[in-house]
């Protein structure tokens, strides 16, 4: 880099000074869980009122995948009260 292209430290730091990031912005779901907006609700599967993911079918998904991973060791307890609820 020649040194005429050179950023001084004053440049840097206004640059960066936009860096930071913010916290997550939360918006209520018509079925009362906070979800992010623009994103599907992790509760109800909804977005825009319309059903777009199967919450029972991802949930039944996941545990069989937990089982299989967990095929050589007993379930722990805590596991087993994640997959009730
Ligand atoms: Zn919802």
Do not use: F, W
Not at 4 to 25: D, E, L, P, Y
């Amino acid at each position: 880099m020649v040194v005429r292209m050179r950023v001084n430290r004053s440049k840097t730091g206004k640059r960066r000074s936009h860096h930071a990031i913010s916290g997550v912005r939360l918006s209520t779901c018509s079925c009362g869980a906070l979800r992010q907006s623009h994103r599907a609700c992790p509760e109800c599967g909804k977005y825009n009122d319309k059903v777009v993911i199967d919450v029972v079918a991802r949930a039944n998904r996941e545990a069989r995948r937990a089982k299989r991973h967990s095929a050589d060791r007993p379930v722990t307890e805590k596991e087993s009260e994640a997959a009730a609820t």
